[in-house]
């Protein structure tokens, strides 16, 4: 089975451009997270989409900070414009449903502002 | 709260010896727990879990325990190989499939 397929794997942006990271979840399944992981800490959930609508983003920091789940499949998340403190890994991660099931991770998108 | 520890614990054990990696949850309500391993440059892989309904669950070469009186989790990997390498998260969520909150981490050391 594939996994969760995220893209691109690195980018290196100036502070105030923008940049957009693409996540595909595994096949079928209905949830889809957007986590922000910051060296040497745990992931920190930004988005969390229920198809294509959103069930939890009340840590996303939406004046710079944009996601999509258009079909209910793929997402992209947006990040216009980056701060120096954006730096991080972008996490997507899946689940069949909103309960009882496993949430599995992409290998994620390696952001440096710069 | 939110894991926001900036210096990971470090556990070293010899290869061959068990390992226990500890972690401390922050809501009494939350009711599935899961152990992440994360190595360098990839996404968190999953381990195991466990529901709140349980206090011990078994895998292969780990085991969970969960300790809800005072709110403690913990992970041990028998017989430690090299693979085992990485830094391992445990993360909290309510109604189970919701929101995950990621634990501080410990990274883990094999010496061979």
């Known amino acids: 089975e594939a996994g969760v397929a995220q893209s691109p794997r690195y980018k290196i942006i100036e502070k105030r451009q923008s940049v957009a990271f693409w996540c595909n979840p595994i096949s079928g399944h209905a949830t889809l997270y957007w986590y922000q992981q910051i060296l040497g800490q745990g992931p920190k959930l930004l988005i969390q989409?229920?198809?294509?609508?959103?069930?939890?983003d009340s840590q996303l920091p939406k004046d710079r900070f944009s996601a999509e789940r258009l079909k209910g499949v793929d997402s992209t998340l947006k990040i216009q414009p980056a701060k120096l403190e954006d730096s991080a890994v972008y996490l997507c991660a899946s689940t069949p449903g909103n309960s009882g099931n496993t949430i599995y991770f992409g290998e994620g998108s390696w952001l440096t502002v710069v | 709260g939110e894991s926001v520890g900036l210096h990971l614990p470090t556990l070293s054990v010899q290869e061959g010896d068990n390992s226990i990696i500890n972690c401390a949850y922050s809501?009494?309500?939350?009711?599935?727990f899961i152990w992440y391993k994360q190595e360098s440059g990839k996404g968190p892989q999953f381990i195991i879990d466990?529901?709140?309904?349980?206090d011990k669950r078994q895998g292969q070469r780990v085991t969970v325990l969960l300790n809800k009186t005072v709110k403690h989790l913990s992970l041990q990997i028998a017989a430690t190989q090299p693979g085992d390498s990485a830094v391992y998260f445990c993360a909290e969520t309510l109604n189970q499939g919701g929101k995950l909150i990621f634990g501080q981490g410990t990274e883990l050391s094999v010496k061979p």
């Open positions: 809501n009494s309500a939350s009711d599935y």
């Open positions: 466990i529901r709140s309904n349980m």
């Open positions: 989409f229920q198809n294509n609508g959103v069930v939890d």
